[in-house]
């Protein structure tokens, strides 16, 4: 079968190496040339473009499957917004209709703060900027899916998958500042919502396989660890000094305000994925 990967990054590569090994034709998109390099190498079809250029989305091939999982490059200058709403807008226009579109959305779409659970009927009312461009972001993806007279997709074609916080190998939050001894600066009661992101990967083969088309789903290990013990096993396994927390003297800013406990129940009962790291102290072993 044949693959696309728009935002080959971080989770979108392991997706695309999972799909290559078990024999699929894998397209991966890149800005640059030189990694449009790498990905041949890695026995991906490379396919230069940037969703922000329409132009350049005119060559997207025809697959079975999409994994949309464009995150922002600061370092291209473009605001969050014009990424992930126009950068979407953009895309579904050029795309040729595929049977599956899964989007890789995020949990900050929901505002809780006062440490209660969440599932994927839960109000959508994100309190920070970010999770309101992601919601504009799926909400851009449900319209076109809807609307039949544009070609991007069928109705009911694509799946969102809402990720709680991605770690792994080389994506340790605040490692660099742990192993310096540097206290961490926030509350330290609160809640933090993680998946390992080869468990990520192997979520979204399970979406494909099994996932139900205009479905929403929460990523995550289900196992919910308030920060201090998930820094304080981080430095730990790190040989870092012992860790210290402190409150924040100024407002805090809108990320710090989140405390949420996110279910996964629906993604264990209807995608039934193997999770490797159902817990954070194996997950971090593994990654340091």
């Given at each position: 079968m044949r693959k696309l990967v728009i935002g080959?990054?971080?989770?979108?590569?392991?997706?695309?190496?999972?799909?290559?090994?078990?024999g699929d034709q894998v397209f991966a998109t890149t800005r640059h040339a030189a990694e449009a390099n790498r990905f041949r190498a890695d026995g991906f079809k490379p396919?230069?473009?940037?969703v922000l250029d329409a132009a350049s989305l005119a060559h997207l091939p025809p697959v079975d499957t999409v994994l949309y999982a464009i995150g922002l490059?600061?370092?291209?200058g473009a605001s969050m917004r014009t990424v992930y709403v126009d950068g979407m807008a953009n895309a579904l226009k050029y795309l040729p209709p595929p049977g599956r579109f899964i989007y890789i959305s995020s949990s900050s779409v929901y505002g809780q703060s006062d440490g209660g659970w969440v599932d994927e009927e839960s109000p959508t009312e994100?309190?920070?900027?970010?999770?309101?461009?992601?919601?504009?972001?799926?909400?851009?993806?449900?319209?076109?899916?809807?609307?039949?007279?544009?070609?991007?997709?069928?109705?009911?074609?694509?799946?969102?998958l809402r990720f709680g916080g991605i770690y792994g190998p080389g994506r340790l939050l605040r490692r660099a500042a742990i192993e310096r001894g540097e206290p961490i600066v926030g509350d330290a009661d609160k809640w933090l919502n993680l998946i390992h992101a080869d468990d990520g990967a192997h979520v979204i083969l399970a979406t494909e396989a099994r996932g139900t088309p205009g479905r929403v789903y929460n990523v995550c290990d289900g196992a919910p660890v308030r920060r201090r013990d998930f820094y304080t096993e981080l430095a730990r396994v790190l040989g870092a000094p012992a860790l210290q927390f402190v409150l924040s003297k100024g407002e805090m800013p809108p990320h710090e305000m989140a405390?949420?406990?996110i279910r996964n129940v629906r993604m264990m009962e209807e995608l039934r994925p193997e999770l490797r790291y159902p817990r954070y102290v194996a997950g971090l072993a593994a990654s340091v």
């Open positions: 080959c990054g971080y989770l979108g590569r392991r997706v695309a190496a999972m799909w290559r090994d078990a396919v230069v473009c940037d490059d600061r370092a291209s994100p309190q920070e900027e970010s999770g309101r461009i992601v919601l504009e972001a799926e909400r851009t993806l449900s319209s076109f899916s809807a609307r039949r007279h544009l070609r991007a997709l069928s109705e009911d074609s694509h799946i969102i405390n949420r406990r």
